[in-house]
Protein backbone atom coordinates (compact mmCIF):
# COMPACT_ATOMS: atom_id res chain seq x y z
CA UNK A 1 0.00 0.00 0.00
CA UNK A 2 1.37 3.10 -0.94
CA UNK A 3 0.60 6.81 0.90
CA UNK A 4 1.85 9.67 -1.46
CA UNK A 5 4.39 9.55 1.29
CA UNK A 6 7.27 11.15 -1.17
CA UNK A 7 5.19 13.26 -3.52
CA UNK A 8 6.78 16.22 -5.78
CA UNK A 9 10.08 14.94 -3.69
CA UNK A 10 13.32 14.16 -5.54
CA UNK A 11 16.02 12.20 -4.59
CA UNK A 12 19.27 9.99 -5.28
CA UNK A 13 19.48 5.90 -4.32
CA UNK A 14 23.25 5.24 -4.02
CA UNK A 15 24.34 1.35 -4.09
CA UNK A 16 21.30 -0.68 -6.21
CA UNK A 17 22.82 -3.84 -7.46
CA UNK A 18 20.61 -6.25 -7.77
CA UNK A 19 16.90 -7.51 -6.41
CA UNK A 20 18.41 -8.11 -3.24
CA UNK A 21 19.88 -5.01 -2.53
CA UNK A 22 18.17 -3.32 0.18
CA UNK A 23 19.01 0.62 -2.05
CA UNK A 24 16.96 -1.41 -4.56
CA UNK A 25 13.89 -1.96 -2.49
CA UNK A 26 14.52 1.54 -1.20
CA UNK A 27 14.09 2.72 -5.06
CA UNK A 28 10.99 0.40 -5.92
CA UNK A 29 9.74 1.64 -2.31
CA UNK A 30 10.23 5.26 -3.29
CA UNK A 31 8.86 5.58 -6.61
CA UNK A 32 5.84 3.69 -5.54
CA UNK A 33 5.17 6.60 -2.87
CA UNK A 34 5.72 9.58 -5.64
CA UNK A 35 9.66 10.42 -5.59
CA UNK A 36 11.66 10.73 -8.87
CA UNK A 37 14.70 8.98 -8.61
CA UNK A 38 18.34 9.37 -10.05
CA UNK A 39 20.01 5.97 -9.21
CA UNK A 40 23.39 5.46 -9.12
CA UNK A 41 26.20 3.21 -8.75
CA UNK A 42 30.15 2.79 -9.64
CA UNK A 43 30.97 1.77 -13.51
CA UNK A 44 31.66 -1.59 -12.96
CA UNK A 45 28.08 -2.66 -11.28
CA UNK A 46 26.35 -0.74 -13.99
CA UNK A 47 28.21 -2.98 -16.46
CA UNK A 48 26.75 -5.73 -15.07
CA UNK A 49 23.15 -4.74 -16.27
CA UNK A 50 20.31 -5.51 -13.42
CA UNK A 51 19.88 -2.28 -12.54
CA UNK A 52 19.11 -0.74 -16.02
CA UNK A 53 16.18 -3.24 -15.81
CA UNK A 54 15.04 -1.27 -12.27
CA UNK A 55 16.08 2.03 -13.76
CA UNK A 56 13.60 1.65 -16.90
CA UNK A 57 10.90 0.09 -14.37
CA UNK A 58 10.64 2.56 -12.05
CA UNK A 59 11.30 5.57 -14.81
CA UNK A 60 14.69 6.75 -13.16
CA UNK A 61 17.72 8.27 -14.82
CA UNK A 62 20.98 5.89 -14.23
CA UNK A 63 24.04 7.48 -13.37
CA UNK A 64 27.81 6.21 -12.88
CA UNK A 65 29.47 7.61 -10.00
CA UNK A 66 32.73 5.86 -8.34
CA UNK A 67 31.88 7.01 -4.46
CA UNK A 68 35.44 7.93 -3.44
CA UNK A 69 35.71 9.88 -6.47
CA UNK A 70 34.81 13.83 -5.37
CA UNK A 71 35.00 14.37 -9.17
CA UNK A 72 32.39 11.55 -10.42
CA UNK A 73 30.34 12.39 -7.21
CA UNK A 74 30.02 16.63 -8.29
CA UNK A 75 29.30 15.30 -11.76
CA UNK A 76 26.94 13.37 -10.27
CA UNK A 77 24.92 15.86 -7.75
CA UNK A 78 25.12 18.52 -11.01
CA UNK A 79 23.92 16.38 -13.06
CA UNK A 80 20.84 15.08 -10.74
CA UNK A 81 19.96 18.95 -10.24
CA UNK A 82 19.67 19.36 -14.18
CA UNK A 83 17.30 16.07 -14.63
CA UNK A 84 15.08 17.37 -11.36
CA UNK A 85 15.31 21.00 -12.29
CA UNK A 86 16.11 22.65 -8.85
CA UNK A 87 17.30 20.47 -5.95
CA UNK A 88 17.35 17.23 -4.13
CA UNK A 89 15.21 16.35 -1.44
CA UNK A 90 16.55 13.09 -0.10
CA UNK A 91 19.68 10.95 -0.56
CA UNK A 92 20.30 7.44 0.43
CA UNK A 93 23.97 6.04 0.79
CA UNK A 94 23.87 2.26 0.86
CA UNK A 95 27.35 1.72 -0.22
CA UNK A 96 30.00 -0.64 1.51
CA UNK A 97 32.94 -3.55 0.71
CA UNK A 98 35.71 -4.33 2.84
CA UNK A 99 38.97 -5.41 0.87
CA UNK A 100 40.50 -7.58 3.37
CA UNK A 101 37.14 -9.59 3.94
CA UNK A 102 36.52 -9.72 0.01
CA UNK A 103 40.40 -10.96 0.27
CA UNK A 104 39.98 -13.12 3.10
CA UNK A 105 42.58 -11.54 5.40
CA UNK A 106 42.33 -12.02 8.77
CA UNK A 107 41.49 -9.06 11.43
CA UNK A 108 44.80 -9.76 13.24
CA UNK A 109 46.95 -9.69 9.72
CA UNK A 110 45.28 -6.74 8.06
CA UNK A 111 46.61 -5.29 4.95
CA UNK A 112 46.15 -1.57 5.99
CA UNK A 113 46.66 -0.38 2.30
CA UNK A 114 43.29 -2.01 1.78
CA UNK A 115 41.79 -0.89 5.34
CA UNK A 116 42.06 2.64 4.16
CA UNK A 117 40.28 1.76 0.74
CA UNK A 118 37.52 -0.02 2.83
CA UNK A 119 37.32 3.37 4.59
CA UNK A 120 37.16 5.56 1.92
CA UNK A 121 34.53 3.05 0.14
CA UNK A 122 32.31 2.45 2.95
CA UNK A 123 32.33 5.77 4.98
CA UNK A 124 34.53 8.49 3.66
CA UNK A 125 32.55 8.54 0.37
CA UNK A 126 29.51 9.51 2.71
CA UNK A 127 31.66 12.47 3.65
CA UNK A 128 32.60 13.45 0.46
CA UNK A 129 29.19 13.25 -1.05
CA UNK A 130 27.83 15.61 2.06
CA UNK A 131 30.67 17.83 1.40
CA UNK A 132 30.03 18.13 -2.38
CA UNK A 133 26.27 18.72 -1.96
CA UNK A 134 26.84 21.36 0.92
CA UNK A 135 29.67 23.37 -1.23
CA UNK A 136 27.00 23.19 -4.05
CA UNK A 137 23.83 24.30 -1.86
CA UNK A 138 22.27 21.06 -3.65
CA UNK A 139 20.01 19.97 -0.54
CA UNK A 140 16.21 21.48 -0.55
CA UNK A 141 15.19 23.02 3.39
CA UNK A 142 13.97 19.72 5.48
CA UNK A 143 15.89 17.41 3.10
CA UNK A 144 17.09 14.31 4.51
CA UNK A 145 20.27 12.37 3.87
CA UNK A 146 20.48 8.50 4.91
CA UNK A 147 23.28 6.05 5.14
CA UNK A 148 22.60 2.44 6.22
CA UNK A 149 24.94 0.42 9.37
CA UNK A 150 25.53 -1.82 11.24
CA UNK A 151 25.53 -2.88 14.92
CA UNK A 152 29.05 -3.60 14.49
CA UNK A 153 29.81 -0.06 14.82
CA UNK A 154 28.82 -0.94 18.91
CA UNK A 155 29.31 -4.12 19.88
CA UNK A 156 32.05 -6.55 18.42
CA UNK A 157 30.98 -9.17 15.88
CA UNK A 158 34.58 -10.38 14.93
CA UNK A 159 34.01 -11.67 11.39
CA UNK A 160 32.16 -8.58 10.17
CA UNK A 161 36.34 -7.34 10.59
CA UNK A 162 37.45 -3.65 9.54
CA UNK A 163 33.53 -3.01 8.44
CA UNK A 164 32.93 -2.48 11.97
CA UNK A 165 35.01 0.22 12.33
CA UNK A 166 34.14 1.49 8.26
CA UNK A 167 30.21 1.92 10.20
CA UNK A 168 31.79 3.58 13.30
CA UNK A 169 33.28 6.32 11.21
CA UNK A 170 29.96 6.09 8.84
CA UNK A 171 27.80 6.92 11.92
CA UNK A 172 30.28 9.47 13.39
CA UNK A 173 30.10 11.15 9.93
CA UNK A 174 26.32 11.38 10.27
CA UNK A 175 26.49 13.18 13.48
CA UNK A 176 28.99 15.63 13.24
CA UNK A 177 28.01 16.62 9.28
CA UNK A 178 24.67 16.45 10.81
CA UNK A 179 25.17 19.27 12.97
CA UNK A 180 26.43 20.98 9.80
CA UNK A 181 23.43 21.04 7.47
CA UNK A 182 20.62 21.13 10.47
CA UNK A 183 22.35 24.67 10.47
CA UNK A 184 22.83 25.57 6.96
CA UNK A 185 19.11 24.71 5.90
CA UNK A 186 17.03 22.32 7.73
CA UNK A 187 18.67 19.29 6.32
CA UNK A 188 18.61 16.00 8.66
CA UNK A 189 21.45 13.48 8.16
CA UNK A 190 20.79 9.91 9.90
CA UNK A 191 22.30 6.38 9.86
CA UNK A 192 19.55 3.37 9.91
CA UNK A 193 21.01 0.30 11.46
CA UNK A 194 19.90 -3.01 9.83
CA UNK A 195 19.47 -6.34 10.67
CA UNK A 196 21.65 -8.76 8.48
CA UNK A 197 19.98 -9.24 4.86
CA UNK A 198 20.83 -11.75 2.88
CA UNK A 199 22.50 -9.56 -0.04
CA UNK A 200 25.88 -9.17 -2.30
CA UNK A 201 27.59 -7.25 0.97
CA UNK A 202 25.87 -9.14 3.90
CA UNK A 203 26.64 -12.62 2.19
CA UNK A 204 30.54 -12.16 1.85
CA UNK A 205 30.62 -11.95 5.65
CA UNK A 206 32.29 -15.46 6.86
CA UNK A 207 29.50 -17.67 8.63
CA UNK A 208 26.73 -15.03 7.31
CA UNK A 209 23.77 -17.81 7.13
CA UNK A 210 24.81 -19.00 10.70
CA UNK A 211 25.03 -15.69 11.93
CA UNK A 212 21.66 -14.29 10.33
CA UNK A 213 19.60 -17.56 11.71
CA UNK A 214 21.38 -16.67 15.56
CA UNK A 215 20.54 -12.90 14.75
CA UNK A 216 16.33 -13.97 13.74
CA UNK A 217 16.10 -16.11 17.01
CA UNK A 218 17.59 -12.96 18.96
CA UNK A 219 15.15 -10.31 17.80
CA UNK A 220 12.09 -10.80 19.33
CA UNK A 221 10.14 -9.70 15.87
CA UNK A 222 12.96 -11.50 14.09
CA UNK A 223 15.22 -9.75 11.39
CA UNK A 224 14.37 -7.00 9.71
CA UNK A 225 13.88 -7.81 5.73
CA UNK A 226 14.77 -5.26 2.98
CA UNK A 227 11.16 -4.39 2.51
CA UNK A 228 10.33 -3.26 6.08
CA UNK A 229 14.02 -1.10 5.51
CA UNK A 230 12.84 0.39 2.94
CA UNK A 231 9.58 1.64 4.31
CA UNK A 232 11.73 2.82 7.22
CA UNK A 233 13.58 5.08 4.88
CA UNK A 234 10.81 6.23 2.95
CA UNK A 235 9.67 7.59 6.41
CA UNK A 236 12.76 9.23 6.96
CA UNK A 237 12.64 11.18 3.60
CA UNK A 238 9.21 11.92 4.01
CA UNK A 239 7.76 14.88 6.04
CA UNK A 240 6.71 13.02 8.93
CA UNK A 241 10.28 12.71 10.82
CA UNK A 242 11.55 16.63 9.88
CA UNK A 243 13.23 16.82 13.53
CA UNK A 244 15.10 13.65 13.33
CA UNK A 245 18.34 14.09 13.09
CA UNK A 246 21.86 12.70 13.92
CA UNK A 247 21.04 9.49 15.05
CA UNK A 248 22.05 6.13 14.70
CA UNK A 249 18.54 4.64 14.47
CA UNK A 250 18.10 1.10 14.71
CA UNK A 251 16.16 -1.26 12.18
CA UNK A 252 16.36 -4.64 13.72
CA UNK A 253 13.78 -6.45 15.45
CA UNK A 254 14.56 -5.26 19.09
CA UNK A 255 18.21 -7.19 18.78
CA UNK A 256 19.95 -4.22 19.62
CA UNK A 257 18.31 -4.12 23.43
CA UNK A 258 18.16 -7.99 24.06
CA UNK A 259 20.53 -9.59 26.30
CA UNK A 260 19.71 -13.49 25.86
CA UNK A 261 16.99 -15.07 24.22
CA UNK A 262 15.52 -18.47 24.98
CA UNK A 263 14.76 -19.22 21.26
CA UNK A 264 18.86 -19.50 20.83
CA UNK A 265 19.29 -22.29 23.10
CA UNK A 266 16.92 -24.39 20.73
CA UNK A 267 19.10 -23.68 17.72
N1 LIG B 1 23.29 -6.96 4.10
C1 LIG B 1 23.42 -6.77 5.40
O1 LIG B 1 23.43 -7.72 6.21
C2 LIG B 1 23.52 -5.37 5.92
C3 LIG B 1 23.22 -5.11 7.28
C4 LIG B 1 23.36 -3.81 7.75
C5 LIG B 1 23.80 -2.80 6.89
N2 LIG B 1 24.07 -3.08 5.59
C6 LIG B 1 24.56 -2.01 4.73
O2 LIG B 1 23.61 -1.75 3.72
C7 LIG B 1 24.28 -1.12 2.62
C8 LIG B 1 23.87 -1.80 1.34
O3 LIG B 1 24.37 -3.10 1.25
P1 LIG B 1 23.51 -4.34 0.75
O4 LIG B 1 23.47 -5.29 1.87
O5 LIG B 1 22.26 -3.90 0.11
O6 LIG B 1 24.50 -5.01 -0.33
P2 LIG B 1 24.76 -4.73 -1.89
O7 LIG B 1 26.00 -5.53 -2.19
O8 LIG B 1 23.56 -5.03 -2.67
O9 LIG B 1 25.08 -3.17 -1.95
C9 LIG B 1 26.36 -2.62 -1.76
C10 LIG B 1 26.54 -1.59 -2.88
O10 LIG B 1 27.75 -0.84 -2.73
C11 LIG B 1 28.14 -0.51 -4.07
N3 LIG B 1 29.52 -0.04 -4.13
C12 LIG B 1 30.65 -0.71 -3.78
N4 LIG B 1 31.73 0.05 -4.05
C13 LIG B 1 31.27 1.23 -4.57
C14 LIG B 1 31.90 2.40 -5.05
N5 LIG B 1 33.24 2.55 -5.03
N6 LIG B 1 31.13 3.42 -5.52
C15 LIG B 1 29.77 3.30 -5.54
N7 LIG B 1 29.11 2.20 -5.09
C16 LIG B 1 29.87 1.18 -4.62
C17 LIG B 1 27.94 -1.86 -4.79
O11 LIG B 1 28.02 -1.75 -6.20
C18 LIG B 1 26.59 -2.26 -4.27
O12 LIG B 1 25.56 -1.76 -5.08
C19 LIG B 1 25.78 -1.19 2.94
O13 LIG B 1 26.19 0.01 3.55
C20 LIG B 1 25.83 -2.31 3.95
O14 LIG B 1 26.98 -2.26 4.76
C21 LIG B 1 23.93 -4.34 5.08
Redesign the pocket.
Known sequence: MAFGLLKQKKGII?????E?????HVAERAHAEGAQIVL???P??LRMGE?QDLAKRINAELIP?????EE?LNALLEQSMEIFGGKIDFIL?????SLNVRKKRDYTDIKYEWMAKTF???AI?FHKLMQGAYKMDAMNEWGSIL?????AAQRTFPDYSE?AE??SL?ESFARSFGYHWAKKNNVRVNT??????????????KG?QEF?NYSDKMSPLGNAS?ET?AAYCVSMFSDLTKMVTMQNLYHDGGFSNMGMSPDVLDM
Open positions: FGALDNSIAWTNAVAIADATSDHSIGMDISSALSYIMSKLISQSPTMTTAGSGVFFAC
